[in-house]
């Protein structure tokens, strides 16, 4: 059974006041190594034990593979990683990955986070709070598990 309906149209850009989301590309390398490496303990906190990552030896070279393969993804329609960045595209602020379910009774994975020198100000919170509105409004998912948690969605 296929990830999502055949007609369905990925999201391409969202724009927020203080964030935009859009296909992560490996032109995004620099900006994704930044946010990544400087949030380690933060990301080796929620995804370490899940993913492995990330590692504390990734190296640009790894992290343009990963790049490639979550631009090649969104492509082929099977997974879509988005770039949560700066409205003005000079920071990278985080990532959403939207992934098919591993979960029976689920529509899908959907795991977040932000850089570790944005939680202070309460952007991953916030991030958490659009993605449920914004993945029932623009998603055909009813239930997703979101960052670890069965989450179910107001239509």
Same mark, same amino acid.
């Given at each position: ?20 989301? #859009?296909? !992560? ?30 590692? =504390?030896?990734?190296? !640009? ?13 969104? #492509? ?14 000079? #920071? ?31 952007? =991953?919170? =916030? ?24 989450? #179910?969605?107001?239509?």
């Amino acid at each position: 059974m296929p990830f999502l309906p055949r007609d369905f149209t990925v999201p391409a850009l969202v724009e927020t006041p203080r964030f935009r989301m #859009r296909s !992560i590309t490996i032109h995004d390398v620099f900006k994704d190594y930044d946010a990544v490496m400087s949030s380690r303990e933060h990301l080796w906190g929620r995804f370490g034990d899940i993913w492995g990552w990330p590692a =504390e030896d990734l190296t !640009i070279e790894q992290n343009i593979v990963d790049l490639g393969w979550h631009q090649k993804e969104f #492509r082929l329609r099977s997974s879509f990683d988005y770039a949560v960045i700066s409205p003005d595209e000079n #920071r990278l602020l985080g990532c959403v990955y939207v992934d098919p379910p591993h979960r029976d009774g689920t529509d899908a994975d959907v795991w977040f986070w932000a850089r570790q020198s944005e939680l202070a100000s309460g952007l =991953e919170d =916030e991030l958490g709070r659009f993605l449920v509105s914004w993945l029932a409004g623009s998603w055909p998912f009813s239930v997703v598990t979101l960052n670890g948690q069965v989450t #179910r969605l107001a239509a």
